[in-house]
């Protein structure tokens, strides 16, 4: 929409957008791509300035297959991705140097291959995975901000990535062990909003236990935040409701390891992780 060259590269739904093209429902204003680039194989896009991530972290093992197509010597790969591991998975398959994260705080769903619903937010943060300075993280955050989206740099990723799961901890995993509720619902009930709390003080506990400590205010901040949504689904509910992998690893399982290695008691977390892996059908050993 800003007038970037941009190439997408997918895994199924390729024929719909190609025949379709990509429309976006927005808040912040529609815009449609009549026929985007849109492509399987890595080869045929080549060298690339920047690789987004946007898949969930349950298809990572195929960037070991995308990623090194498009490396070129000044190629920086930003993660997208929710929860804990992602740009160290990355780090694997490319330079670490390269890798970037950016944390979105937004509420969107793909309804279908060529349609997203965008009906909240859209703000995100960007940071580099190693230490470097901050050239870098301010020139793609100003390509962002040019383009409409919203975007901060900041200096230390990891801290961003616990704010982040201050939300998704309890908003992701509950929606699901409370049957299929979404935010509206869970806010409404007192039993689901005291746990909500209490999700958010442990996952506080553990970043604040990591170097990172986060201002008592950001959760009810973040439950402030979330009031307006209404009856939003967060993205794992949709997930499981439609019978996919949920991404238990990165969003409930890392926390939960962290926190015993740092020796951060989080009985509600280590439940809620217990009661996601019984409803998806999957044991994942930390």
Same mark, same amino acid.
């Given at each position: /929409?800003?007038?970037?060259?941009?190439?997408?590269?997918?895994?199924?739904?390729?024929?719909?957008?190609?025949?379709?093209?990509?429309?976006?429902?927005?808040?912040?204003?529609?815009?449609?791509?009549?026929?985007?680039?849109?492509?399987?194989?890595?080869?045929?896009?080549?060298?690339?300035?920047?690789?987004?991530?946007?898949?969930?972290?349950?298809?990572?093992?195929?960037?070991?297959?995308?990623?090194?197509?498009?490396?070129?010597?000044?190629?920086?790969?930003?993660?997208?991705?929710?929860?804990?591991?992602?740009?160290?998975?990355?780090?694997?398959?490319?330079?670490?140097?390269?890798?970037?994260? /950016?944390?979105?705080?937004?509420?969107?769903?793909?309804?279908?291959?060529?349609?997203?619903?965008?009906?909240?937010?859209?703000?995100?943060?960007?940071?580099?995975?190693?230490?470097?300075?901050? /050239?870098?993280?301010?020139?793609?955050?100003?390509?962002?901000?040019?383009?409409?989206?919203?975007?901060?740099?900041?200096?230390?990723?990891?801290?961003?990535?616990?704010?982040?799961?201050?939300?998704?901890?309890?908003?992701?995993?509950?929606?699901?062990?409370?049957?299929?509720?979404?935010?509206?619902?869970?806010?409404?009930?007192?039993?689901?909003?005291?746990?909500?709390?209490?999700?958010?003080?442990?996952?506080?506990?553990?970043?604040? /236990?990591?170097?990172?400590?986060?201002?008592?205010?950001?959760?009810?901040?973040?439950?402030?935040?979330?009031?307006?949504?209404?009856?939003?689904?967060?993205?794992?509910?949709?997930?499981?409701?439609?019978?996919?992998?949920?991404?238990?690893?990165?969003?409930?399982?890392?926390?939960?390891?962290?926190?015993?290695?740092?020796?951060?008691?989080?009985?509600?977390?280590?439940?809620?992780?217990?009661?996601?892996?019984?409803?998806?059908?999957?044991?994942?050993?930390?």
């Amino acid at each position: /929409a800003a007038g970037h060259e941009v190439s997408f590269l997918g895994r199924s739904g390729l024929d719909e957008l190609r025949r379709e093209g990509l429309r976006a429902r927005s808040v912040a204003g529609d815009f449609f791509i009549a026929e985007p680039r849109v492509e399987s194989d890595p080869h045929r896009l080549g060298e690339q300035d920047a690789v987004l991530v946007a898949i969930k972290s349950t298809g990572n093992a195929i960037l070991r297959e995308w990623l090194p197509p498009l490396m070129g010597a000044q190629t920086v790969v930003v993660t997208l991705q929710n929860g804990l591991g992602n740009a160290e998975w990355l780090a694997q398959i490319v330079p670490a140097a390269a890798v970037m994260g /950016a944390l979105c705080f937004v509420c969107i769903n793909r309804l279908q291959p060529g349609e997203i619903d965008h009906s909240a937010g859209g703000k995100i943060t960007l940071g580099d995975f190693l230490d470097s300075p901050p /050239a870098r993280r301010e020139h793609w955050s100003a390509i962002f901000t040019a383009a409409g989206v919203p975007c901060e740099p900041v200096t230390q990723l990891e801290a961003a990535i616990w704010r982040k799961l201050v939300w998704n901890v309890p908003f992701n995993g509950l929606s699901i062990t409370e049957g299929g509720k979404d935010t509206a619902q869970l806010l409404a009930c007192p039993r689901t909003l005291s746990r909500i709390e209490t999700l958010m003080q442990e996952v506080c506990a553990i970043s604040a /236990a990591r170097g990172y400590p986060i201002e008592e205010a950001w959760i009810e901040n973040n439950i402030a935040r979330t009031r307006p949504m209404n009856a939003y689904k967060p993205s794992s509910l949709i997930d499981w409701q439609a019978g996919r992998e949920v991404e238990l690893q990165s969003i409930w399982g890392e926390p939960v390891r962290h926190a015993r290695d740092c020796g951060v008691a989080v009985p509600q977390l280590t439940a809620l992780w217990a009661e996601l892996q019984r409803c998806c059908g999957r044991e994942v050993s930390l």
